[in-house]
Structures are given as C-alpha cells and as structure tokens.
C-alpha cells in the first residue's frame, strides 16, 4: 500500500525520524535503514519485508511517500506523529 503524508519537517529530518521510529518504537515489527539517500531511505525489517519512504518539496511543506506490504499499520502510525501544516480554511 502507498501512504502520503505533508508536514512541515524538513525532509532531513523527516528521514531521521523514520529510521528512529522503525527502529525503537516498533519493537515487533522492527526495520531497519539497508539503503538510502538525501531524500529517501529504504527499510528492511521481519522476514525481509521492506517499507521505502521518499521526501519531495511541496507547497506548504514536505511530501512524504510511503510504500509496503506489511508495515501499513507502523508506516500510519509514524506519519500520525509528523506534525502538519496549519488549515488555511477560514
């Protein structure tokens, strides 16, 4: 499943987090960085199940793009704790 998400992080720091967050917060269904660059990072965790996460530039923040078969439930549970930009509706 694909997962989308904006917030107001840097993507820096939004990568950072992710691998924090894979690594110690699901502690049984952990995962862990096996590849990544300045604006991704691939995760490898249980029985070799991957989750890849991206970051682009977008109006009002950061776009970031999850994809996985197994971790869906972690990978909304992580993008629940990015904080998002303030509602522009009146």
């Not at 939004?14 to 690594?23: D, G, I, M, W, Y």
């Not at 977008?58 to 972690?74: C, H, K, M, N």
């Not at 909304?76 to 990015?82: D, E, G, M, N, Q």
Request: no cysteine; net charge neutral; proline share 7%.
């Amino acid at each position: 499943m694909v997962h989308e998400y904006l917030t107001t992080l840097e993507p820096a720091l939004v990568l950072a987090r992710a691998k924090s967050f894979f690594a110690e917060r699901v502690p049984n269904n952990a995962a862990y960085a096996e590849r990544e660059g300045p604006a991704w990072v691939t995760l490898r965790g249980q029985g070799g199940e991957e989750i890849a996460l991206a970051t682009m530039a977008a109006p009002g923040g950061t776009r970031v793009r999850a994809s996985t078969l197994f971790f869906d439930q972690a990978v909304s549970r992580f993008l629940s704790t990015l904080p998002a930009p303030a509602s522009t509706a009146a």
